[in-house]
T-cell receptor, first 111, second 118 residues
């Protein structure tokens, strides 16, 4: 079936750098996209979401970009901090269906 | 708001026994709950979708007789792993959809339950 995938399994950055995590999705019918942060042994933690009628959304230190033409989603984290170290998942769905998760990118921030 | 709890947070059991995991929405009514399984260093895989008062819909490859799901109320869903075996050891995560929200996309996740079968 269709699923959401990720381009890069690991990303290592220095504290203070900006991080960009990418995600490719294959279901063109998806109308909702979301990024989660997961720390070891914990459930997914909401970061930011975006609907298909938008191409950019900003939160505190985070920005999500959606390119529906190439079915690409990215998460930008500004001034990355050691506390941002975790696994990041993108997920997508259509209204009424379950969220389907991508493979995950491990972000490692060194100080 | 929108808090989902799971109990227990971790459980260790012997092979062949059954284990029940509870998922509760604490401050909203969950018309739909979802169960996911996550193996180490892998993503969350959807196991089943359950709507209150009706039978769960299982994803392909998930045995409905092994993973019994009950969603008897708008705040509680249970997952019972029957005759557990070591290969069932995993992190089980539930999520819930708030039936009062206009958006039918959002799901709120529980903290997960670590199951270890010896």
């Amino acid at each position: 079936g269709e699923s959401v995938g990720l381009h890069l399994p690991t990303l290592s950055v220095q504290e203070g750098d900006n991080s960009i995590i990418n995600c490719a999705y294959s279901n063109s019918a998806s109308d909702y996209f979301i990024w989660y942060k997961q720390e070891s042994g914990k459930g997914p933690q909401f970061i930011i979401d975006i609907r298909s009628n938008m191409d950019k959304r900003q939160g505190q230190r985070v920005t999500v970009l959606l390119n529906k033409t190439v079915k690409h989603l990215s998460l930008q984290i500004a001034a990355t901090q050691p506390g941002d170290s975790a696994v990041y998942f993108c997920a997508e769905n259509q209204a009424g269906t379950a969220l389907i998760f991508g493979k995950g990118t491990t972000l490692s921030v060194s100080s | 708001g929108a808090v989902v709890s799971q109990h227990p947070s971790w459980v260790i059991c012997k092979s062949g026994t059954s284990v029940k995991i509870e998922c509760r929405s604490l401050d909203f009514q969950a018309t739909t709950m979802f169960w996911y399984r996550q193996f180490p260093k892998q993503s969350l895989m959807l196991m089943a979708t359950s709507n209150e008062g009706s039978k769960a819909t299982y994803e392909q490859g998930v045995e409905k007789d092994k993973f019994l799901i009950n969603h008897a109320s708008l705040t509680l869903s249970t997952l019972t792993v029957t005759s557990a075996h070591p290969e069932d050891s995993s992190f089980y995560i539930c999520s819930a959809r708030d039936g009062s929200l206009a958006s039918y996309n959002e799901q709120f996740f529980g903290p997960g339950t670590r199951l270890t079968v010896l």
